[in-house]
C-alpha cells in the first residue's frame, strides 16, 4: 500500500509525520555555529514572507459575505481568545507531577493562538456546514490572533511563569507578523489573481515555511538538553491534558451554539472554528515571542494538539455530514 494512501486511513496527517522527520533530523544534526546563525536570518525572513502572503490571499469578498453573522464570529473569538486561555490557565495549576511546568507553559502558549483556517473551513465544509461564516471566523481569529495571542501570553505568563515573556515581544510580533500581512493586503490591488492561480504553490511555501522554523527551534533545543528535560511518561502526560483540552472545547462549543440558537451549518461552523489553533501561525509566533533556548520545548504540545484535533475533527465532520439529511439540510441556513 502506498505510505500516503496508509497514513490517510489511519487518519495521520502526512504533514505531521514530516514536521516530527524534521524533530528527529534536528536531534541527530542539529544547526550549530555559523549555520545556525545563516539559518535564524532565512527564518525570519520566510516567516515575514509567510505572513505576507497570508494578507495576499485573505479575499475582502470572503470576508464581506460572512459578516453578517456577527454573532457567531464573536462566539468563535470568545472561544478562542477567551475559553481556551482560561482552560490554558487552569493547566498551569495542575502540581508539576501531572504536568511539568516547562510543558504547561507549552499548553497555555497553545491556548492563546488563533484558529487555523484552510482545516476549519474544509471539515466545516465536510461537515456541510456554513462554509461562508467558517472562511469569515477562521480569517478573523488569524488576524487578531496577530495582536491578542501575545497580549493574552504575556498577561498570563507574567501570572503562572514570572519572568518568561517580555511584553516588548509584542512588538516584535506587530513588526514582524502584522506589518508584512497588511502589506500584504495592500498588495492584492495588483497580487490577488497571482494569489488565486496559485493557492497550491502558495499552501507549499507555508508548510516549508513551518518545516524549516521547527528545524531551526529544535536545532537550538536539542543543543540546550531538551530530550534530557521531558521524558517519554511526560511526553504521555502531555497528550492526556491535550486530549481533556480538545474534548472539553467541543463540548463546550457545541453546547453554547445550541443554547445560543444557531441552526445546525452554523453550529458547525462554532465548533469546527472554535475548537483548532493555528500550527502555521504558532510556530512562527514562538519564535519570535521566546528564547530560542526555549522555542522547541513551547512548541511540543501545540505540535501534538494539531494531530490530535485532525483525527478527532475529521471523525465529527462526517458525523455531522452523515446525520446532514436529517438535520443540517432540514436546518434553515441564513443568507451566505
Keep these: 500500500m502506498n505510505p500516503l494512501a496508509l497514513l490517510r486511513r489511519l487518519r495521520i496527517d502526512p504533514y505531521i509525520v514530516a514536521i516530527l522527520l524534521m524533530v528527529v533530523a534536528a536531534s541527530l544534526l542539529p544547526a550549530r555555529g555559523v549555520a545556525a546563525e545563516g539559518l535564524d536570518w532565512l527564518t525570519k525572513i520566510v516567516i515575514a514572507s509567510l505572513f505576507f502572503l497570508h494578507g ?11 459578516l453578517g453573522h456577527w454573532r457567531l464570529h464573536l462566539l468563535v473569538l470568545a472561544s478562542t481568545f477567551a475559553l481556551f486561555p482560561l482552560l490554558g ?4 495549576l495542575l502540581p508539576a507531577s501531572v504536568l511539568p511546568p516547562t510543558l504547561s507553559a507549552g499548553v497555555l502558549f497553545l491556548c492563546c493562538l488563533p484558529s487555523t483556517v484552510q482545516s476549519s473551513i474544509a471539515f466545516t465544509s465536510v461537515a456541510r456546514g456554513n462554509v ?10 488569524n488576524l487578531f490572533g496577530i495582536a491578542l495571542t501575545p497580549l493574552i501570553v504575556g498577561v498570563l505568563m507574567s501570572r503562572t511563569h514570572g519572568g518568561g515573556f517580555s511584553m516588548s515581544a509584542v512588538w516584535s510580533v506587530v513588526i514582524q507578523l502584522l506589518l508584512p500581512f ?15 492561480r496559485n493557492r497550491k504553490i502558495l499552501g507549499l511555501f507555508d508548510r516549508g515555511t513551518i518545516l524549516l522554523v521547527v528545524y531551526s527551534a529544535f536545532s537550538e533545543a536539542v543543543i540546550r538538553g531538551i530530550w534530557h528535560q521531558v521524558s517519554i511518561l ?3 502526560k502531555l497528550l492526556v491534558v491535550c486530549v481533556v483540552l480538545l474534548v472539553a472545547v467541543l463540548a463546550i462549543t457545541a453546547w453554547l451554539a445550541r443554547a445560543f440558537g444557531f441552526a445546525k451549518p452554523d453550529e458547525i461552523a462554532i465548533v469546527f472554528c472554535g475548537s483548532k489553533k493555528s500550527l502555521a501561525s504558532g ?3 514562538a519564535g519570535i515571542l521566546f528564547p530560542p533556548a526555549t522555542v522547541g520545548i513551547m512548541i ?22 452523515d446525520r446532514a439529511p436529517d438535520e443540517t439540510l432540514l436546518s434553515p441556513s441564513p443568507a451566505e
Design 56 to 66: 495576499a490571499k485573505l479575499s475582502r469578498e470572503a470576508v464581506i459575505a460572512g
Design 89 to 92: 490557565f487552569a493547566a498551569t
Design 132 to 141: 461562508a461564516a467558517a472562511v469569515v471566523s477562521a480569517s478573523a481569529s
Design 182 to 196: 497588511v502589506a500584504g493586503q495592500v498588495s492584492r490591488i495588483w497580487l490577488a489573481g497571482w494569489a488565486d
Design 234 to 236: 511526560d511526553l504521555a
Design 283 to 285: 510556530v512562527p509566533m
Design 300 to 321: 511540543l504540545p501545540l505540535m501534538l494538539f494539531h494531530q490530535i484535533q485532525l483525527m478527532a475533527c475529521a471523525v465529527i465532520a462526517q458525523r455531522y455530514a
